[in-house]
Nanobody
């Protein structure tokens, strides 16, 4: 069974850090670009970051640039999202997804994502 499972979410104070994991089962992540997305209550889902499978190039939404870091460990079949300097506006359910291709489209980095995990809740609050 092909599955993506996110973990690592939780409640953190503003300025804190969390590391999210996206583990794949039933297939290998090696061949796909992977993206992280989030959806806050009452808002549309938005792209956060994505990483290529060919050269490891990365892309970040402006709202998280300099605070979040995406990485992949193909040996563990897992992609990570390190989130530092968290803000209340980062509160959302975070999802990972596989791209249909090995590289994301630099002209439209959030396009062509298909299989999704179930999400993990991140709450930033004092």
């Amino acid at each position: 069974q092909v599955q993506l499972v996110e973990s690592g979410g939780g409640l953190v104070q503003p300025g804190g850090s969390l590391r999210l994991s996206c583990a794949a089962s039933g297939f290998t992540l090696d061949y796909y670009a992977i993206g992280w997305f989030r959806q806050a209550p009452g808002k549309e889902r938005e792209g956060v970051s994505c990483i290529s499978s060919t050269d490891g190039s990365t892309y970040y939404a402006d709202s998280v640039k300099g605070r979040f870091t995406i990485s992949r460990d193909n040996a563990k079949n897992t992609v990570y999202l390190q989130m530092n300097s968290l803000k209340p506006e980062d509160t959302a359910v975070y999802y990972c997804a596989t791209n249909y291709y090995s590289d994301y489209d630099p002209r439209d980095p959030w396009a062509d994502f298909g299989d999704w995990g179930q999400g993990t809740q991140v709450t930033v609050s004092s």
